[in-house]
Structures are given as structure tokens and as C-alpha cells.
Nanobody
Framework: QVQLVESGGGLVQAGGSLRLSCSASESTFRMLFTGWFRQAPGKEREFVAALIGSSGTTSYADSVKGRFTISRDNAKKSLSLQMNSLKPEDTAVYYC??????????????WGQGTQVTVSS
């Protein structure tokens, strides 16, 4: 069955780094879209980064490009998001997500429980 479990969230000072991990089931990991979304209180869910298609082409939101890096471990069936130079505006609940379509979805078909990331100024 579909399984997505995030970990690695926490409190960090502005300018610091944090690494999020997502443990996925075989069925979920092989989906054409695997990536990360985030949602801050009172704001809409926002796309962050993803690996798209069978070749795993990377895609990043302009707000995180150059600071965040998405990667995957094929052996462990896990997805990671390395976040550097964190800013207070990065504060949000981060969700690992997957979908069967190669186009970035507005509403991912599958997602995990989320992990809180709080960046202090």
C-alpha cells in the first residue's frame, strides 16, 4: 500500500540547515511524481521540490531554488530534502508527496502526515 512517513523537522535559527527524510513504500517510491510541499498557517499549500518522470528530473520552486536540494536513495526507497540558508518564511509543515502524473499536481494524490519546520529570526 501507499506509505509516506516524514521525519527531520524541528527548530532552527535563520541561516541554519535542516534535512528532511521521507520513508516510502515500493509502490509509492516508483510513482512518476515524488516530492515535497509545505503549508504555513493561513496560507495555501505550496510546491517546494520534486523528482519527476522515470529519469527523476528535478524541479524547484523559485523561493527555494539554490538553497534546497532534493534527492532519493533507490536502495532504501527514501526521499530527502536538504534545506540550507533557512529563512523565517520557510516556516511551515512540510509534506512528502507522490502522484501518478508527471505534471506538478495542485493536490497530490498521496502525502504523509507532515513534519513541522520552524525557523526563528
Amino acid at each position: 500500500q501507499v506509505q509516506l512517513v516524514e521525519s527531520g523537522g524541528g527548530l532552527v535559527q535563520a541561516g541554519g540547515s535542516l534535512r528532511l527524510s521521507c520513508s516510502a513504500s515500493e509502490s509509492t517510491f516508483r510513482m512518476l511524481f515524488t516530492g515535497w510541499f509545505r503549508q504555513a498557517p493561513g496560507k495555501e499549500r505550496e510546491f517546494v521540490a520534486a523528482l519527476i518522470g522515470s529519469s527523476g528530473t528535478t524541479s524547484y520552486a523559485d523561493s527555494v531554488k539554490g538553497r534546497f536540494t532534493i534527492s532519493r536513495d533507490n536502495a532504501k526507497k527514501s526521499l530527502s530534502l536538504q534545506m540550507n540558508s533557512l529563512k523565517p518564511e520557510d516556516t511551515a509543515v512540510y509534506y512528502c508527496a507522490a502522484d501518478t502524473q508527471t505534471i506538478i499536481p495542485t493536490l497530490p494524490r498521496y502525502w504523509g502526515q507532515g513534519t513541522q519546520v520552524t525557523v526563528s529570526s
